[in-house]
């Protein structure tokens, strides 16, 4: 009896110790925070844990890790006829008055809907009025002929991973350059961009192409630096402008929370301070924008962490920053259209959720919304913008029929969401 009763001590005590032993482990990995998502599906990822650090380049590895997809850039050659835009760029002065942000009144607190929502589902003109005027057309169209005609005197490390660099220019301005292990990050950094301006969306720094060759006059100075790049000859690479000032942005508490909803109701808007709904209105730009692109590196990667990170809202949103105007800066969009397409089906669950806890819009993006799915032209809009603009577009390619067809029916998903918001708030 005595020996049965120490036997089942020393195993009670053998089974302690193996417990603690499993729970220390665990918070010693929930300690290192967001888990690892593995190149897969997303579920096969909660099985993947990785230290925090690395969750950047597991997005990385899913979008260096696939079949290189040949682009099409002919297939659009004779679209751009029937849509009658002439070069779109200049259909598309986004008219947004510049705001002194540091107003007071943006310390002012809303109770109710009055002033801030019209329509019933979209952003009031005043508060549209007092949004932080992002990157203007004029700015970009300046900002880019000038990047073009200028020589790079420097490459440093900087902008993320190893194979960016940080271009200083002989004009004293600053670049992102962006280097894709495939051609398909840079298309989707590019083509992301030039979407964002047929919608209106003013929160994407300005980008050019450039072809490296050290023997051309914007890369001569900094041949060396080239050689050392491992960057492969005659690459496309995006340069994106160099924001300074940046800071982290936390999802707000209408997205962040369990039952996330931003709807024109009183509980989702009540007593937030004008710089806060300033704030709100480019985060519907934002989340209608990465639905369409299909973009997972931002929110939609935290709405999937949250299975096994419960406080992934709490920390800064990758990819999102924001200046000290208030304005958000979108960077790092390479993983929309191209690749975010092709993983579609790993992630459409929760770009599902994500769109449908937003019904509040602003109107100049639905109503482009509304024109790409009146005429069914969304991709021949953005070939056109794309070619007028940037005379590298032959180079790097266009998005394929299937590509264009998926951006189609993403921009005629979106046009169904507003219509079933506008149906079910219009009312009030
Ligand atoms: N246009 C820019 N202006 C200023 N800083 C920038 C810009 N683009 C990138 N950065 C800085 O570089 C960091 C990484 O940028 P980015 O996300 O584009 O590269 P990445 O290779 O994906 O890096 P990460 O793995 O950190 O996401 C940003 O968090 C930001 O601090
Ligand atoms: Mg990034």
Sequence with gaps: MRIALARSL?????????????????????GHGRSKRALGTPGAAVLTRQPDKQSPKTFRALLEGHVVHKARFSAYKNISNHTGYGSATGNLKVEQTNLNT???????VHTGLHGLVEDGVFWSDR????LPRGFSNAHAQSWKSETRASQIVSLEKGCGRTSNRLARFSNGTKACVRYGINPDQVQGETLSYYLAILLGIPNLPPLVLSQVNPNSGQWSRVRGEVMDSQWSENAVVSLTEWVSNLTGVVTPAPLRQEG???????????NRTTGEVLE?????DLILFDYLTANFDRLVSNVFSLQWDSRVMERDTSNLHKVPSGGLVFIDNEAGLVHGYRVLEMWQKYHETLLSSVCLFRKITASRIFDMHRLQDAAARLLILYRDSEPLAPELGFLSEDQAGILQNRVDQLYKHILNCKEKYSQF
């Design 10 to 30: 020393v195993v009670f005590f053998l089974c302690s110790c193996a417990s603690l032993l499993y729970v220390w482990t665990g918070l010693v990995e929930i």
């Design 102 to 108: 540091h107003n007071s009144n943006h310390q002012q």
């Design 127 to 130: 508060l549209e009025s007092l």
């Design 260 to 270: 996330r909803r931003l709807h024109p109701l009183r509980e989702d808007l009540d």
């Design 280 to 284: 709100l209105v480019q985060w519907t």
